[in-house]
């Protein structure tokens, strides 16, 4: 495990237009197979990587950003023949929720970040893999969805100090989550989550190209929007929760849609072959996307032009993440690389 660049100083964050390049600061090595998810910690100190196979097939990885280095692996002993897709970090940092598929069979775990423990098992979706994981902002709702169902389903816990309390199947003092709230009305396959960051609205995006905006107070769909396109694979909210991206499952286009409405605002179509991952960064601002054809395409969201073009990885990219305060972004690619970039 090596870090192939030495850390350059962070230099200030320019915006829109003013933005005139990206560096690859440093690439963090040593993955054996494709990069699935990445995800950085709310306070910017651990960046988590998952592929289908580490050494000693562990299948996470937890690695330092300030200097690096790799902290810890979480066992993969199940990951034959699959591997983590799917990971999310708790909003107060202290668990790292991963979907593992494997064999004929699927599970969600939960990981302490400070023991690097498995604390929980929650059921998985039988002989799909997890397709989703992610964590309301206020840390009390956890969503999880499977390729082939249809359902969506929402974890809660009640929390006693600092020891999770909950009903469940358990050998240790921190018990499971309470029994879900499923969420009905797709009628394919559910391939991704993404939470509002007020936690107020959940988006699904399924196999039949539909989205849909669930108030997670009742539980109910209140808006419903149709893509026209063969699935959808990611969505993903604007800070301000008031726009949604989405892409979808064979093209290489992007859509940014108003969430008050479902209407479509925006079509970004700059990438080359199929898209495979989003992000925003913090302020809003930027959105980022990656896809097959190897190159990272920053985008104006208030204009939808394309503001910079990052190249240098050797493969399709799967895997974007900003840092909690927007000056670094996280690549993961096939090629088993992280690259770590900054703005100039």
Known sequence: MSISETPKPFNSWLRNTDIESFISMRS???????????????????LASTSNCFENNDSVALWSFKSGTLLATLPGEKTYGGGVNTIAFSPDGKILVTGYYYGMDSIVELWSLETRTLLATLPGYG???????????????????GEIS??????????????????????TPIELFLYPTTLTGHESQVLCLAFS??????????????IKLWSVETGKSVVTITTDEDGV??????????????IDGTGSTIKLWLVETGELVATLCEHESSTYTLAFNPDGMTLASGGSDKTIKLWSVETGGLVATLSGHESCIY?????????????????????????L
């Open 233 to 246: 694979d990611v969505v993903a909210f604007s800070p301000d929760g008031k726009t949604l991206a989405s």
């Open 28 to 46: 963090l090595i040593g993955n054996k197979k494709s990069i699935y998810a990445i995800a950085f910690s709310p306070d910017g100190q651990i």
């Open 150 to 171: 249809g359902s969506i389903d929402l974890w809660s816990w009640k929390k006693i100090g600092d020891i999770l309390a909950c009903s469940g199947k358990t050998d």
């Open 127 to 145: 002989e799909c893999k997890v397709s989703s994981v992610v964590f309301s902002g206020d840390g009390k709702i956890l969503a999880s969805s």
């Open 319 to 343: 895997a974007l993440a900003f840092s909690s305060d927007g000056l670094t972004l996280a690549s993961g690619s096939n090629d088993g690389i992280i690259k770590l970039w900054q703005l």
């Open 197 to 210: 960051g007020d936690g107020k609205t959940l988006a699904s995006g399924d196999m039949d190209g539909v």
